[in-house]
């Protein structure tokens, strides 16, 4: 560099944090080289020097450098960017001469009104009106066209298909046939799915027959093209039989023993040192302290103390990647020149190295094409039915509200019908009588975590059957809970109760919405827990009453299922009953069938 007149820049060549990482780097460093340490003695650094260090300490090893530990922050100013400009867009759509995606999108929709809506009122129009509005404010009509397009390809095809999850509060996903459930006349709120307020891009979930969602796959790949098409990967972190059957290979212990000791893990599901049990105990004492016991009731473990230490420092690091389930991105440039990517063991399959969280933070926008194994048995059916009986039969012609259909779930003969087959679903049944549509969408919510914990099912059945009058523990609380009794049943009647009665803004009912069934659920409902009392105490609800409205919002941390959700999911519960009860050999058949 002297000899050239070149500046020096100075690189501590960091490898991991902290001296302290020095062993795990090793020993990451011996799988990568699918090696034991011992075999890579030699190959390895002899010492931890490779930590990040102050500027200080950089200062005082390139003393006879001078200006080369500056010149490194003017290197890292000139190459910083921020990643979020690398956003790229989504490919552009072919739509009829004369027309822009947002005024195509908008002519699909308003054709679909006047035989979908034909006596629609000013109100239905509005409503409508808005959502084009809010779509076209957000620029996502390339969206919306995208998946109307892989719906049609689909349909075309013969493959069953619907949508679900908040896509079913949009009345514009029903008018493109994405979704089955009229968000207009259930007055389910659009704000749910998509929101000016809200910097956050589209999420519609489409559910595919499951053996033949590939075609549509490889339609996307095919369409697009694999340099502008890739699917989301899944980061698998390391659980505690991972660990200590990784770290025990980098050890250099044989495949039997690493696999001896990831069993004694997995049997007990928890790490600690020495002779402390996996329970908890030592080895030489029993529950009440006292020796003697047999080993088999001690719950001990013998794995060494080095492998155990390694293994705790890497629990819920990343391992390796997966696939997501359904996740694809589209983009209107290469992918690969935003994201890594890879190529995926599935012939024909290209994979980003990002997972969903980081494509939402990207700004990439996710198209979810999932695999339903009811839909595969339903269609089985009904072409097991024409085949053998001529007769023809979709999943929108199927008589409605049938009574014997119901009367059959009231018995609880369920077994191989959609969502309610479980002993849980079965032994609701009975007791909650569904009688019409509207009851399967209420029987296929109340068993999850948030309802259950939340003490809403047996209130619920209660007052469905008259043996419990109705009743509201506020009067704002009326709208919100008057369809299910005044017992909050779905994600979308949470947020409007802490709305109507908490003080709660829309943004802070976005962040309730975000938080039900996430992993840090508890802790961002209780980062709202001051602005709750506070607004219950404004409308006059204090003491136990505003503790019990708290638990019930808290109780969905754990999961429950938004009504729209529900309703797409009852559609498929009513269809799969309905041909259990016509023909019963035939779905046997088409179950068994769609075994995976």
């Not at 929101?195 to 499951?210: G, H, M, T, W, Y």
């Not at 094409?369 to 979709?394: C, K, T, V």
């Amino acid at each position: 560099a002297a000899e050239r007149g070149l500046p020096v820049v100075a690189t501590g060549a960091v490898h991991y944090a902290t001296p302290a990482r020095y062993p795990l780097a090793t020993a990451f460093a011996a799988l990568r080289a699918r090696r034991s340490l011992d075999d890579m003695q030699g190959w390895l650094p002899a010492a931890g020097t490779s930590h990040l260090r102050s500027g200080a300490e950089m200062q005082r090893l390139f003393a006879r450098y001078p200006g080369a530990v500056a010149r490194s922050v003017e290197l890292a100013t000139e190459l910083g960017f921020s990643l979020r400009q690398a956003k790229p867009h989504l490919p552009k759509q072919d739509v009829p001469p004369g027309h822009t995606p947002m005024s195509w999108l908008r002519e699909l929709v308003w054709a679909a009104v006047t035989h979908k809506y034909p006596a629609a009122s000013d109100a239905d129009r509005a409503r409508i009106a808005r959502e084009l509005d809010v779509i076209e404010k957000k620029d996502f009509p390339g969206y919306f066209l995208i998946v109307h397009d892989i719906v049609q390809f689909a349909r075309g095809r013969g493959i069953l298909c619907q949508g679900r999850g908040s896509a079913a509060n949009s009345a514009v996903c029903y008018l493109l046939d994405i979704t089955a459930v009229d968000s207009i006349g259930y007055q389910l709120p659009f704000e749910r799915f998509l929101s000016a307020l809200r910097d956050e891009e589209p999420d519609i979930d489409v559910d595919f027959d499951s053996d033949r969602r590939e075609e549509v796959i490889q339609y996307v790949f095919e369409k697009y093209g694999r340099r502008n098409a890739a699917q989301v990967a899944n980061v698998i972190s390391y659980r505690p039989k991972n660990a200590v059957r990784d770290m025990a290979r980098a050890l250099g212990y044989s495949t039997g023993q690493q696999d001896a000791w990831s069993r004694q893990v997995e049997r007990w599901g928890a790490l600690e040192h020495g002779a402390t049990t996996i329970s908890g105990r030592r080895r030489d004492a029993s529950a009440d302290g006292r020796p003697g016991r047999r080993a088999a009731e001690q719950l001990t473990h013998d794995i060494p103390d080095e492998v155990v230490d390694l293994a705790n420092q890497v629990l819920k690091y990343p391992r390796h990647l997966g696939i997501h389930s359904g996740g694809m991105v589209l983009t209107d440039r290469p992918v690969g020149e935003i994201v890594p990517i890879e190529h995926a063991r599935m012939e024909n399959r290209t994979v980003l190295q990002w997972d969903k969280d980081d494509c939402a933070w990207m700004g990439l926008v996710k198209f979810d094409l999932l695999g339903l194994g009811m839909l595969a048995a339903l269609q089985y059916s009904f072409d097991l039915i024409d085949e053998h009986l001529g007769e023809r039969w979709e999943l929108a012609t199927l008589p409605k509200e049938e009574q014997a259909t119901y009367d059959m779930l009231c018995r609880a003969d369920s077994i191989g019908v959609f969502q309610v087959e479980s002993r849980a679903q079965m032994g609701l049944l009975p007791r909650l009588q569904p009688r019409k549509f509207y009851d399967l969408v209420v029987q296929i919510a109340l068993v999850r975590p948030g309802p259950i914990q939340g003490g809403a099912v047996h209130p619920f059945v209660r007052r469905k059957l008259g043996q419990a009058p109705v009743t509201y523990d506020h009067p704002k609380l009326v709208e919100p809970l008057e369809r299910t009794l005044g017992v909050p049943i779905f994600q979308e009647q949470l947020m409007q109760v802490a709305m109507a009665v908490g003080g709660c803004t829309g943004d802070d009912a976005d962040l309730l919405r975000r938080a039900m069934g996430s992993k840090r659920g508890l802790e961002r409902i209780d980062s709202l827990r001051e602005t709750l009392y506070a607004g219950m105490a404004s409308n006059g609800i204090t003491g136990q009453l505003a503790d019990e409205i708290y638990g019930r919002i808290q109780a969905f941390a754990n999961f429950g299922f938004a009504e729209s959700h529900s309703i797409s999911f009852a559609l498929l519960v009513y269809a799969s009953s309905w041909i259990k009860l016509h023909y019963p050999g035939i779905f046997l058949a088409s179950l068994l069938r769609a075994q995976p």
